[in-house]
């Protein structure tokens, strides 16, 4: 115990000395929200790695194959194939059109106020779901490991998250996220390589194990390897596979509209930076989800029910560090229970930083003061003030919730968020001329309260399963072609958006080739 104690205690003081440093440099808003433009292409990839593979990819992916097999390493393939919508659509004109957050880019040609008013709502939503299944990972974590209670571990977390956000901002948040990176993949590399080891380092004779598994859920055999153990149709009945494709549909497009993955392409200091940020990030991310095979698998395989119960009932936020303990000991199980930890801090830190910088740049500072600041540092002052509001709110729901959810499903859930109101449009807005703020205004607001509303009428909604009125626990198939229509609709019913339209061409040039990208805000 003392051991992992002393994993824990060093990880802290690393990144509480990052934040003091940080905190020196935080010199105006730049600095605050954006670390000065300052970060290079190979540290933002590793940044928005951190920033990406969460708890839910750590400890909720790893329990979802153990258990599920073939269905639960559909969130790792669904997580890697987003990054490809990234690269494609988004990250090149959000950096150029943009300042600090997602809004930057819609109120390029629209009109400013409604848009950043439901940019800012969509964008704190989001990073609340997030948010709560990094906090249950953390309960989890810290609860097994050191004894202390699930809400204290929760409570913790979250203090340690707004020390980050409120003195080190965005640079301390990116150096926490590119350190967090490099142990999870030490962490996952070595754990991958055990259980290969435990196989007799036999590809053959891992998979052979993965076929002849009969251990999650049931007593019966079952082949990992075949799909619908999660969601066909003998166990979901016949809206499983409906459900699967949801899923899916969230899980690809989702990315794109995360607030905290999209801000990380302001930290750069062009588009080109921010492309090869992108594919230094798809390396990383890559390599991490083929590795969930063994780890994912490899719990399946080695470990016994008992080792992953809690409270008799299965626990997926513990796979990962059980087979840990079973494979490596103690030691190695404080070392994966730290890295865990490490994930779930960062990945915390810049969804908070996301949720706050909308908030003060988008709603206080271009809603409420119409773009000028009441004095200087305000905008920072209302960002610091907004992270202890984000935080103590998705503590308390987290704290609600308690330990057994899936962090992994939660996430699946802001995906969905995402995808249907953030994604349909910043697609448009870059692709669409005729797009105008009635649209903008629609998508926003159509796609966040149909994904919303699905959610709470879903069997794991308000209802439960008994009294569910919507059938699909994820509602991205329905939600996100609802935020499109919107979009969409809300367009053509409306009068053409003449001097909108006049600076589409200007958001293309700029959007494609970066002329300007400085003052995107001061058009």
């Known amino acids: 115990m003392s051991i992992a104690l002393s994993m824990f205690v060093g990880f802290v003081a690393l990144t509480l000395l990052i934040t003091f440093w940080a905190a020196r440099k935080n010199t105006g808003a730049s600095a605050y929200f954006a670390a000065g433009r300052s970060i290079t292409g190979w540290q933002n990839g590793l940044a928005v790695a951190g920033d990406y593979m969460s708890a839910a990819s750590f400890l909720g992916i790893s329990g979802a194959i153990c258990l599920n097999g073939y269905d639960g390493f559909m969130y790792s393939v669904g997580f890697l194939v987003a990054y490809i919508t990234v690269l ?89 996220q590119i350190i967090k990176a490099i142990l999870l993949m030490i962490g996952a590399f070595m754990l991958s390589v055990l259980v290969l080891k435990h196989h007799g380092y036999s590809l053959g004779a891992f998979f052979d194990s993965v076929t002849a598994a009969t251990y999650a859920g049931t007593e019966a055999p079952k082949n990992l390897l075949e799909p619908g153990l999660q969601y066909g149709v003998a166990v979901k009945g016949p809206w499983g596979p409906t459900d699967f494709l949801s899923l899916s549909l969230a899980l690809v497009l989702g990315t794109a509209g995360l607030p905290h993955i999209l801000v990380r392409f302001y930290t750069v200091p062009d588009a080109k930076t921010a492309r090869s940020s992108v594919v230094w990030a798809m390396a990383i991310i890559g390599l991490f989800y083929i590795l969930t095979t063994f780890f994912g698998f490899g719990a399946a395989t080695i470990l016994e029910k008992s080792q992953i119960l809690s409270d008799g009932k299965p626990n997926p936020n513990m796979v990962a560090p059980a087979l840990a303990q079973h494979l490596g000991g103690e030691l190695f199980f404080a070392f994966i229970s730290a890295v865990a930890f490490a994930t779930i801090l960062a990945v915390v830190a810049g969804l908070t930083m996301s949720a706050s910088a909308s908030f003060a740049h988008d709603f206080y500072t271009n809603v409420i003061h119409h773009g000028k600041e009441t004095r200087p540092g305000q905008e920072v002052k209302v960002a610091r003030i907004t992270a202890f509001v984000v935080g103590a709110v998705s503590i308390g729901i987290a704290i609600y919730l308690g330990p057994s959810v899936n962090a992994a499903f939660l996430v699946g859930l802001a995906f969905a968020v995402a995808a249907s109101a953030n994604l349909p449009v910043i697609v448009l807005s870059v692709f669409w001329k005729r797009f105008n703020t009635t649209g903008a205004v629609a998508g926003l607001s159509i796609g966040l309260l149909s994904s919303i509303v699905l959610i709470l009428l879903s069997p794991n909604g308000l209802f439960g399963k008994a009294g569910a009125l919507f059938p699909l626990e994820n509602p991205g198939i329905v939600s996100i072609p609802l935020g499109f229509l919107a979009a969409w609709l809300g367009t053509v019913v409306t009068a053409r958006d003449a001097a909108g339209e006049a600076k589409f061409a200007e958001l293309t040039v700029r959007a494609h080739t970066g002329l300007g990208a400085e003052k995107a805000v001061s058009h």
């Not at 249950?136 to 409570?155: D, N, P, Q």
């Open 88 to 176: 494609l659509i988004v990250a090149e004109p959000l950096r150029n059109a943009g300042k600090y957050t997602m809004a930057d880019l819609l109120a390029y040609r629209l009109s400013p106020r409604p848009v950043r008013a439901m940019a800012s709502l969509s964008t704190l939503t989001v990073s609340t779901f997030y948010m709560i299944a990094q906090m249950v990972g953390a309960g989890v974590i810290i609860e097994k490991l050191i004894g202390a209670s699930f809400h204290t571990a929760v409570i913790g977390v979250g203090v340690l998250m707004l020390v980050y956000v409120v003195f080190g901002g965005m640079l301390a948040t990116t150096w926490v």
